[in-house]
């Protein structure tokens, strides 16, 4: 839980839903604007950004961010979160991705909590992509490149009513 | 025109629209329930008025992931967002069906050989790391 080093407040239940849900759509701009959006895990840090990662065989997320930063962060799928009150966290904010492909994971140890904790305990069938089998057919699984988001804004939903307005939880700088 | 895209879309019991703001930025929505007109290519969405969605390019996503984060699938229909009234609707205008997990494989591997064409020494994974890691995973309490 990152809420002990945050510049600005989040009530429980949304942090919640950032915490524990299993992924978020994560959305980038298209060269014609067009947001693309992908389900993806991601990880709430200590400093209030959010780190995520692609493979470098799935790199297009990455161009997108280089080209125009402005992504978007939607944490409203349940399954498998254990929250018995589920609702919804927006996040629009600004994302870095920088053209280093990381392929030890422990050089960065933020990457290490991410797959450790956010992706492997949550998804133990993933354990095959480090088999024999996995690295024959996606050898640069594990080669990644890290998306940083730094929010600029976060709605929040306490329920699943979606077409009412959203709480509006208001975010200072970070990181 | 659209049917596949409205039919595939039937095995999803919800989407999210996402659309830019008026500072350009993405966001998205949830939608339950939602229904891709065959014909049109069109579907109504509800987006608050609070998150300032302008119209403009726009797309759908439907996704899908059990308990354990496994049985992935996931498709993405393109378009634009439309005002009609005191509406919005959700025009597609591009539809590519999910490829198959060989073409995905495929594709990965073109890509990666597009990204590492130029680097020198190819970056070699460390995998004991990562089988440290698994082994960390496993005693990950209440993940």
């Given at each position: 839980m990152p809420t002990t080093a945050l510049k600005f407040a989040i009530p429980?239940?949304?942090?919640?839903?950032?915490c524990r849900y299993r992924t978020c759509e994560f959305s980038t701009l298209a060269k014609n604007g067009t947001p693309i959006t992908r389900p993806m895990g991601a990880r709430w840090l200590a400093d209030g950004?959010?780190?995520l990662t692609t493979s470098i065989g799935m790199p297009q997320k990455a161009f997108h961010i280089r080209r125009d930063p402005k992504v978007s962060l939607l944490f409203s799928e349940p399954m498998g979160s254990g929250i018995a009150r589920p609702g919804a966290v927006l996040v629009r904010g600004n994302a870095v991705c920088d053209d280093r492909i990381v392929s030890d994971s422990s050089s960065v140890p933020e990457l290490e909590d991410y797959l450790r904790e956010n992706i492997f305990a949550r998804q133990p069938a993933g354990r095959m992509m480090s088999s024999l089998v996995g690295r024959l057919l996606a050898p640069s699984y594990y080669m990644r490149l890290l998306i940083y988001v730094t929010p600029v804004r976060m709605d929040y939903w306490p329920d699943r009513n979606f077409a009412a307005a959203p709480e509006k939880i208001e975010v200072d700088r970070v990181g | 025109m659209w049917a596949r895209a409205a039919r595939d879309l039937a095995a999803y019991r919800e989407a999210v629209v996402n659309a830019v703001d008026g500072e350009d930025y993405p966001l998205s929505v949830r939608q339950?329930?939602?229904v891709l007109d065959p014909a049109t290519g069109t579907m109504p969405v509800a987006i608050p008025g609070a998150l300032g969605a302008v119209a403009g390019p726009a797309s759908v996503l439907a996704h899908f992931h059990d308990a354990k984060l496994w049985k992935l699938r996931a498709m993405l229909i393109k378009g634009r967002l439309e005002r009609r009234g005191d509406h919005w609707i959700f025009v597609a205008t591009e539809y590519i069906p999910p490829p198959g997990p060989f073409a995905v494989i495929a594709r990965a591997r073109k890509a990666t050989a597009k990204y590492l064409a130029t680097r020198r020494p190819r970056p070699e994974v460390a995998f004991d790391v990562i089988q440290r890691i698994w082994?960390?995973?496993?005693?990950v309490e209440d993940p």
């Open positions: 429980a239940d949304a942090e919640r839903i950032i950004r959010f780190l | 339950t329930a939602p082994i960390d995973a496993a005693n």
